[in-house]
């Protein structure tokens, strides 16, 4: 029995159709990655998992894989581990109010996506044709920052309107 009974926490329960390894003494911290996670999912997985401490005897990362999706990851928390469950229990509730674990966290990893994205996604007329359209974004320093940011190097305009 847990020395700490979560509010906010699921206990996990076995799927129907379910063909894995089981974890019947584990909560879910209520955050999840999975192939397809986008900016702020992949955050809030990091960042609860950091607040936990990492991965530790009673704190893992279940890696499963899934037909829909390819592949999911959740954090398990053992029913013994009081303080982790407070922990987690806490930055659930949190969420339910804003949808994000660590602002600054967040908006690295939406930045480095949009830098990913701008680089890989983008030929050079396709970039220069986005800074025309959305001008308002962008604020060059000088003649090399705008060649820069045109040449995929780095995406200097608003990264949440870019991966919308």
């Avoid at 974890?23 to 900016?39: K, L, N, Q």
């Avoid at 990362?61 to 959740?74: L, N, Q, Y």
């Avoid at 220069?128 to 995929?152: K, P």
């Amino acid at each position: 029995m847990p020395n700490y009974t979560p509010q906010r926490l699921a206990r996990w329960t076995r799927p129907d159709h379910y063909a894995g390894a089981e974890w019947p003494e584990y909560f879910s911290s209520g955050v999840g990655r999975s192939r397809d996670s986008d900016a702020l999912e992949r955050s809030n997985f990091d960042c609860m998992l950091r607040e936990l401490g990492g991965e530790s005897e009673t704190v893992r990362v279940i890696h499963e894989g899934h037909w829909a999706v390819g592949w999911i990851e959740w954090i398990a928390i053992h029913e013994s581990d009081a303080k982790s469950l407070e922990v987690a229990d806490s930055i659930r509730a949190a969420l339910d109010d804003y949808p994000v674990v660590d602002e600054s966290h967040f908006s690295e990893t939406e930045m480095e996506e949009a830098n990913e994205v701008w680089a890989q996604c983008y030929c050079p007329g396709e970039r220069i044709d986005y800074m025309r359209r959305h001008r308002d974004q962008f604020e060059f320093h000088d003649f090399a920052d705008m060649l820069g940011c045109a040449r995929g190097r780095y995406f200097a305009g608003y990264a949440s309107e870019l991966l919308t």
